[in-house]
């Protein structure tokens, strides 16, 4: 059974902290790994990544993949307020013509002034 | 701008109704999905289609159906609600396979 866990689960921080979230997947056929911020309502999406090693970069936000070790990191520089958000980490997974997203249960981010 | 819909945003039904929730896009996406979000499972895939006629089973799909008669809508039904299916449910839809997904507002269902 193909699984994605996200640690921690929740996280308390203070603005201007930087903040590491991780994802460890075991999922069939890997094609990509994605992160995803959820606030009140529809997860956006924010990453796609598909190769070891490279970083991917949007302002504050960075992440990495370890398709060795069969893991992610999120890092967060500088945080603030408006990063208090869930963040959900999903695996894409193929396999017989099709093609899957597996997400894990998420990690919940509060930031505090 | 194009878009991914969902209607009702809230619902409440009483166990054994059908109710039947609408999802509509607008990038003319291949493929759409929904997933439910509950407390402790996180997003869990109910059914997906990647086009016109064709559907699929996802995780959890007992209880629910969808069809996709048209590129832009893939409605769910839920043939007989069950408290077991107060939900947060949300669609999503992706332009190809191995691409990410872009996700609607969600529709909140309390069976009661």
């Known amino acids: 059974e193909d699984k994605v866990v996200q640690s921690p689960l929740s996280l308390v921080v203070h603005e201007g902290d930087t903040v590491t979230l991780n994802c460890s997947y075991e999922v069939t056929n890997f094609r990509s790994l994605l992160w995803y911020k959820q606030e009140k309502k529809a997860p956006t999406f924010l990453f796609m990544l598909?190769?070891?090693?490279i970083e991917k970069k949007s302002g504050r936000l960075s992440s990495i993949l370890d398709k060795k070790e069969l893991f992610s990191i999120l890092n967060i520089t500088a945080t603030q307020t408006g990063d208090s958000a869930i963040y959900l980490c999903a695996v894409g997974n193929s396999g017989a013509g099709s093609y899957q997203l597996t997400f894990g249960k998420g990690t919940k981010l509060s930031v505090i002034p | 701008d194009a878009e991914i819909t969902q209607s009702p945003r809230h619902k409440i039904t009483e166990t054994g109704r059908q109710v039947t929730l609408a999802c509509h896009q607008t990038?003319?996406?291949?493929?759409m999905f929904w997933y439910r979000q509950d407390l402790g499972h996180g997003l869990r895939l109910i059914h997906y289609?990647?086009?016109?006629?064709?559907?699929n089973k996802g995780e959890v799909s007992d209880g629910y159906s969808v069809s996709r008669s048209n590129t832009e809508d893939l409605p769910l039904t839920l043939e007989s609600a069950a408290s077991s299916q107060t939900s947060v449910y949300f669609c999503?839809?992706?332009?190809?396979?191995?691409?990410?997904?872009?996700f609607g507002q969600g529709t909140r269902l309390t069976v009661v």
């Open positions: 999503a839809s992706s332009v190809n396979r191995n691409t990410e997904a872009f």
């Open positions: 598909t190769s070891s090693g």
């Open positions: 990038w003319n996406h291949n493929n």
């Open positions: 289609s990647y086009g016109v006629q064709d559907t």
